[in-house]
Structures are given as structure tokens and as C-alpha cells.
């Protein structure tokens, strides 16, 4: 890629933007000290593993929560995964739980508690992939260091008028090398944190607010009238269906539920009783409901049974822990969100008999 513009004044344009117009996040204020001018450490870092592939505004609330319950990196370190995964609940993307308290374990174990200030020590970390290595170095410590995301991508693609997918091996690579070419020497954190605000608030993928970016005069897909049509859309591939069945056994008022595995979607989060597949055989039960849930690549349906304990029915032993539980007691266990809408499901059924 050429130079197309002066990167001086696109970083004094965009940090001067940025000074105006960014958005007040709980993740971005210093801590409480005369010499804090940057973010907490801690803070970016469970800040930027919870913004993967998730919006702000859903985010905010969970951090809050979450910082909350484990204030400091010992804490988090320190915590019954369980309990880690139950704030997380409703998030999504449970590995992410699972590689913060990893992260900050090995932060605790190796590095005094103190979260490592250079790319190649944070990029060892539990989880720690180049985005979020360079997001933590340049945000929390102003490290010279490039960051690539959708919204810098597409701001990227935007002002040099790449028209092919971000997405796609050799794309990717030049963005990352423009990346780190506009990045200025001074207040680099600001300036990867003012391109991360810039397409999420101005440089959108649909309808992008052209006549209040700082960089309109820089940016060659609107002077080409292109902004509509970069990046391109991805074409869509077929999402596949997969089938469960939820078993919802209940003994009086007590439910039967079981962990699942350690490893693979939902890792270690507890559910009603699941068989995968359509049913093959009768079930000496009532179906109650049919929920369908939409993963990035995959569709799940689940169809929900109200089955008495005692009934004959050969329901998989799989080794899992299963526990008999309340309904009320289900809040202290971290459920997917298809078996919180089950749960729901059956809370109204209980309070509409009585």
C-alpha cells in the first residue's frame, strides 16, 4: 500500500476527534492515583477479553459486575471457576471465561500478579492472541505496538480503498503492516483506542457517518464514493441445524441437571439433561417447548420434555456430575442461555399452575 495521506496529521486529527468525542467506558478511566494517567492493567485486560466478538453496550454491565466480585488480579486468580463462569453467564463465548482466569493465573504464577508490558510475553498468555497482546501493551503501557480488529480493519480498508476481504490471508497481512506504518510515537494507546471508537461510532459497516469523520478528506473510499461498498460482504454459507433434546426429570420439586464436559462448547456450565439428535425413540414425557438458539457458524433446536423421575426411560449415563437442584437453587449455577430460557420455561409453568 502507498502512503496515501500525511500520518502525522491523520493521528493529530484523530487523536483530537478522539479527545471530543469518546465515549465514557468504565475500562478506560485511570486508577485513583496523583500519577495514573493510564487505564488499569486489569482493567484493559478483562475489558478486552469480554469485547471479543461482543458489543459495548452489553459489556458494560457484566465488567462492572465482574470487577466487583474480583477487584484485583489474585482475586481472579483465586476464584472458583464456577463462580467465574456464573457472572459470565449470558455473555457468551464461555472460553473466554475460562482463558481470562488462565491468563491471570499464569500472570499470578509467573509474573508476580504484575501483567506483562511487551507483545511477545503477553502473546504466552492463556488466550492472548495478537489483537488483544497489542490492545493491552499499547493501551495499558503505550507500547509502539499495531492493533487489527473489525473496526480498525474496516477503517483501514475504508481510507486506502482495499476492496478485497479483510479477511482474506494477504488482505490481512497488509492491514496489520498499515497498522503499525500510521501508528505516531506519542500516546499510541490513545490512537489504537480513537480507531477502535472511530468504526464503531462513525466508520460503521452499513450507513458510516462520513460527514463527521475527522478523516474525511484522508479517505480515498469516499472520494471515490466506495464507503457503501467496502469492505465487501462476505458471502454467506449454510449454517447447519443440530438437534438436542433437553430432558427436564424432576423429583417433587427438584430437577435433574448435569455438568458439562471440561472441554468444547459451554465448557464446565450445567444443564437439564441433553441427548443430541432428534428423538429415536418414545419418550414417556410431555414436550413442553422447542427453543432454537443461532451460533456465529451453527443453529442448535432444542426440544424440551417434562419427564417424572421413576419413569422408564434409558437416559445416557455419560459420567458427567448431575445434581437434583430447585428451581430457585439454578442461580447459583453458570447455565448456557438455551437452558436459562428452559428454566425460564419451566418457572412459568410452575407459577401459571399454582
Same mark, same amino acid.
Given at each position: ?20 468525542a ?11 492515583s496523583p ?23 452489553t ?8 470487577? $466487583?466480585?474480583?477487584? #484485583?488480579?489474585? /482475586? !481472579?486468580?483465586?476464584?472458583?471457576? %464456577?463462580?467465574?463462569?456464573r457472572?459470565?453467564? +449470558? ?10 482466569q ?11 500478579g ?18 488483544t ?33 479483510? $479477511?482474506?490471508?494477504? #488482505?490481512?497481512? /497488509? !492491514?496489520?503492516?498499515r497498522?503499525? %506504518? ?6 499510541? +494507546?490513545?490512537?489504537?483506542s480513537a ?12 450507513h ?50 448435569e ?21 429415536t ?74
Open positions: 500500500m502507498s502512503d496515501l495521506y500525511n500520518q502525522s496529521e491523520l493521528s493529530r486529527q484523530l487523536l483530537k476527534w478522539y479527545d471530543c469518546k465515549r465514557d467506558l468504565p475500562w478506560r478511566t485511570p486508577p485513583k500519577r495514573a494517567t493510564r487505564p488499569d492493567p486489569y482493567h484493559v485486560l478483562v475489558s478486552e477479553l469480554m469485547l471479543q466478538q461482543t458489543q459495548v453496550a459489556v458494560i454491565p457484566y465488567f462492572q459486575r465482574f470487577l $466487583q466480585a474480583f477487584p #484485583t488480579m489474585d /482475586k !481472579l486468580a483465586q476464584a472458583d471457576p %464456577q463462580q467465574v463462569l457472572l459470565w453467564q +449470558g455473555l457468551g463465548y464461555y472460553r473466554r471465561a475460562n482463558n481470562l488462565a491468563a491471570a493465573r499464569a500472570i499470578v504464577a509467573e509474573h508476580n504484575k501483567i506483562p508490558d511487551d507483545l511477545e510475553t503477553l502473546l504466552k498468555l492463556p488466550g492472548i492472541g495478537r489483537y497482546a497489542g490492545a493491552i501493551a499499547s493501551i495499558a503501557f503505550d507500547r509502539r505496538v499495531p492493533i487489527l480488529e473489525g473496526n480498525v480493519a474496516r477503517v483501514l480498508c475504508r481510507l486506502d480503498a482495499v476492496e478485497s476481504d479483510p $479477511q482474506e490471508k494477504t #488482505t490481512l497481512a /497488509k !492491514l496489520w503492516l497498522a503499525e %506504518q500510521i501508528l505516531p510515537s506519542k500516546r499510541v +494507546g490513545d490512537f489504537n480507531l477502535m471508537e472511530l468504526g464503531a461510532t462513525v466508520c460503521m459497516p452499513h458510516p457517518a462520513c460527514l463527521a469523520c475527522p478523516l474525511q478528506k484522508m479517505c480515498r473510499a469516499l472520494a471515490q464514493n466506495l464507503q457503501d461498498r467496502i469492505p465487501p460482504p462476505r458471502r454467506a454459507k449454510p449454517v447447519p441445524m443440530h438437534h438436542r433434546q433437553v430432558l427436564c426429570i424432576h423429583r417433587g420439586n427438584r430437577w435433574l441437571i455438568q458439562r464436559p471440561t472441554k468444547g462448547r459451554w465448557a464446565g456450565m450445567w444443564q437439564f439433561v441433553t441427548v443430541e439428535g432428534n428423538a425413540q418414545p419418550i414417556p414425557g410431555k414436550q413442553i417447548g422447542q427453543i432454537k438458539h443461532a451460533l456465529t457458524h451453527r443453529l442448535y433446536q432444542f426440544d424440551v420434555w417434562l419427564i417424572v423421575a421413576g419413569k422408564t426411560f434409558p437416559v445416557p449415563i455419560n459420567g458427567s456430575p448431575r445434581k437434583w437442584v430447585t428451581l430457585a437453587e439454578l442461580d447459583q449455577y453458570p447455565l448456557p442461555r438455551p437452558h436459562q430460557r428452559v428454566a425460564a420455561m419451566l418457572a412459568e409453568r410452575h407459577r401459571a399452575n399454582g
